[in-house]
């Protein structure tokens, strides 16, 4: 007897979200790497100008183990885009501090982030280009806000920027 697929009864999202995810982060780290910088390099010196941060602070915004933060920071540093400094509001700490090189890089990382989205995006009509935005939000804000409970731990999605 010959197993039958199972017939589909719903579009793959999984796919469709997976698949979409990868082109852009490839399409992302290429571009990046042109300046000298990786996605987490970015996302690192973005999150630690908004406001003073210790590495573990970026280290959960940016989805990242102690490890791979670690080597980030190391990189960023031998760069020239940032130091660990003493935290101002608690001597104890230590914190990310982006140099004015840093800033300057950061300004450029972003552009090349929000071309790569924004260059997407401009292939769908305004109108499904709006509607797409909308549900993703709707999706990230409601049903898929969370993830689920699971005995065998999968990679944690990066944290939503505000």
Do not use: F, W
């Not at 469709?16 to 970015?42: K, Q």
């Amino acid at each position: 007897m010959t197993a039958m697929t199972p017939a589909r009864t719903a579009p793959d999202l999984s796919y469709l979200l997976d698949h979409t995810s990868h082109v852009l982060r490839t399409r992302m780290s290429a571009e990046l790497a042109e300046i000298g910088l990786t996605a987490r390099m970015h996302c690192v010196l973005v999150h630690a100008l908004e406001e003073e941060r210790t590495q573990a602070q970026l280290a959960e915004l940016g989805d990242m183990d102690k490890t791979t933060m670690v080597v980030t920071v190391d990189a960023l540093e031998k760069a020239g885009l940032a130091e660990r400094q003493p935290s101002s509001q608690d001597r104890r700490a230590r914190i990310i501090a982006v140099t004015e090189e840093g800033a300057r890089i950061a300004s450029r990382s972003q552009e090349i982030v929000d071309g790569i989205h924004r260059r997407a995006l401009t292939t769908l009509p305004d109108g499904d280009r709006e509607a797409l935005l909308r549900a993703l939000n709707h999706l990230v804000d409601g049903h898929l806000a969370t993830p689920a409970e699971s005995p065998r731990p999968t990679r944690r999605a990066r944290q939503r920027e505000q």
